[in-house]
């Protein structure tokens, strides 16, 4: 399990797809490195192929998947109006799982950040936090 999710973390995943009725499947290809600043940057690199750039879990590598990727854009709604800042920089990290979530799909991020430039990990993981505050509908 754990070396699923640094297979996982150690690239990007590209999706590719023939036609509809061809069988779908997920690609590694390399990481794109992105300004450890930019939320919007990194989401569009990292998180998109699954969450989708509208965020709402319509990604293109979604299909692939065995559990559908969550809809980013609903997570003050889903908390009672309030984002949850400190549970999502927590969940980015991988320092906590969500139970209801069954096995972590989505790569644990930190692991990843931290092979590309250890020194921006918070950075990195705080811009991600702001980018999915900013989008919250």
């Known amino acids: 399990m754990m070396t699923r999710h640094i297979l996982m973390a ?3 995943l590209v999706f590719a797809a023939g036609t ?21 940057s990194m989401f569009n690199a990292y998180c998109a192929s699954c969450h989708g750039l509208d ?3 319509s990604g293109p590598a979604a299909k692939a998947l065995t559990k559908a990727p969550a809809d ?19 969940y980015i990290e991988g320092a906590d799982e ?5 096995s ?11 092979s590309m430039e ?3 990990v918070p950075l990195r993981i705080q811009a991600l936090s702001d980018f999915l505050k900013s989008i919250q509908k």
Do not use: C, Y
Request: charged letters at 20%; zero cysteines; aromatic letters at 4%.
């Open 10 to 12: 150690a690239a990007a």
């Open 55 to 57: 965020a709402t879990g």
């Open 20 to 40: 509809a009725s061809a069988q779908q499947k997920v690609e590694q290809a390399p990481m794109k490195r992105t300004p450890a600043s930019d939320g919007a």
């Open 72 to 90: 980013l854009t609903k997570i003050t709604a889903r908390n009672g109006g309030t984002f949850p800042e400190t549970k999502i920089r927590r």
């Open 98 to 102: 969500i139970a209801a979530h069954g």
């Open 104 to 114: 972590r799909d989505m790569p644990v991020w930190s692991t990843l950040f931290r």
């Open 118 to 120: 250890p020194g921006t």
